[in-house]
């Protein structure tokens, strides 16, 4: 057990982690934007604070959007594969709207020594067969998923498969307060997150330290607003 983050600064004992980006619609350099580029050494946990996955959690979020009410399953499986001769944990997003399953993709990542969390590649299954992609082909690299010690101002490439997900991020804030179904927190990481194939779309994203995604909102270009609402610790 470790301790986490809990609603308004609080403590406790808890093995609470964290959720990747393979929810979201689309999981470097400090104070410019990085392309990112594959970590020179990676370890087996992945326990950045912000982003820990920790194989045997399942995270439950719900949300709406502007087709109506939605669900969504996270789960660190204790699945492994190589990818660029590193091995990575496989971690399977499902989304489901009003009752039916309208995505299901897994994502890959591993964590360098440094602690910077890194996304080698996506199956966007057969709801989202074009998002697929995987570090090391076709001129697709490892993205960062999440920097080991995050400060505003912060840029960097979450996605990085030229053509398939090129998503980018900005630290806002490390000194948020949210409240989600789950509870109210503080000091929470703020990130904004753009795509340069959707110039009119913005999403911002909350992190708690020790538990990881809180929430996921479109704050330009459109509805959609994800909350983390259970979680299942192993």
């Given at each position: 057990?470790?301790?986490?983050?809990?609603?308004?600064?609080?403590?406790?004992?808890?093995?609470?982690?964290?959720?990747?980006?393979?929810?979201?619609?689309?999981?470097p350099?400090?104070?410019?934007?990085?392309?990112?580029?594959?970590?020179?050494?990676?370890?087996?946990?992945?326990?950045?604070?912000?982003?820990?996955?920790?194989?045997?959690?399942?995270?439950?979020?719900?949300?709406?959007?502007?087709?109506?009410?939605?669900?969504?399953?996270?789960?660190?499986?204790?699945?492994?594969?190589?990818?660029?001769?590193?091995?990575?944990?496989?971690?399977r997003?499902?989304?489901?709207?009003?009752?039916?399953?309208?995505e299901?993709?897994?994502?890959?990542?591993?964590?360098?020594?440094?602690?910077?969390?890194?996304?080698?590649?996506?199956?966007?299954?057969?709801?989202?067969?074009?998002?697929?992609?995987?570090?090391?082909?076709?001129?697709?690299?490892?993205?960062?998923?999440?920097?080991a010690?995050?400060?505003?101002?912060?840029?960097?490439?979450?996605?990085?498969?030229?053509?398939?997900?090129?998503?980018?991020?900005?630290?806002?804030?490390?000194?948020?307060?949210?409240?989600?179904?789950?509870?109210?927190?503080?000091?929470?990481?703020?990130?904004?997150?753009?795509?340069?194939?959707?110039?009119?779309?913005e999403?911002?994203?909350?992190?708690?330290?020790?538990?990881?995604?809180l929430?996921?909102?479109?704050?330009?270009?459109?509805?959609?607003?994800?909350?983390?609402s259970?979680?299942?610790?192993?």
């Amino acid at each position: 057990m470790s301790a986490v983050t809990t609603p308004r600064g609080t403590r406790r004992r808890s093995c609470l982690l964290a959720v990747p980006v393979v929810l979201a619609p689309a999981l470097p350099a400090c104070g410019g934007e990085s392309a990112g580029s594959a970590p020179r050494a990676v370890t087996g946990a992945i326990d950045n604070p912000w982003l820990p996955l920790r194989p045997g959690t399942r995270l439950h979020y719900e949300g709406t959007t502007a087709r109506g009410t939605t669900t969504g399953l996270v789960e660190v499986t204790g699945e492994r594969r190589g990818v660029l001769g590193v091995t990575v944990t496989v971690v399977r997003g499902t989304v489901l709207l009003g009752g039916e399953v309208i995505e299901e993709t897994s994502g890959w990542y591993a964590q360098d020594r440094e602690g910077n969390v890194w996304c080698f590649g996506e199956d966007g299954g057969r709801s989202r067969p074009g998002r697929s992609w995987r570090a090391g082909r076709d001129g697709a690299e490892p993205g960062l998923a999440m920097r080991a010690d995050p400060r505003p101002g912060d840029a960097y490439a979450q996605r990085n498969a030229p053509g398939v997900a090129e998503d980018r991020a900005v630290v806002l804030s490390v000194a948020e307060s949210v409240q989600v179904p789950f509870g109210a927190f503080d000091h929470v990481l703020r990130i904004r997150e753009t795509t340069p194939g959707a110039p009119g779309t913005e999403h911002h994203a909350c992190y708690a330290r020790g538990i990881g995604l809180l929430r996921r909102h479109r704050t330009r270009g459109g509805h959609d607003d994800l909350a983390l609402s259970r979680v299942e610790a192993p």
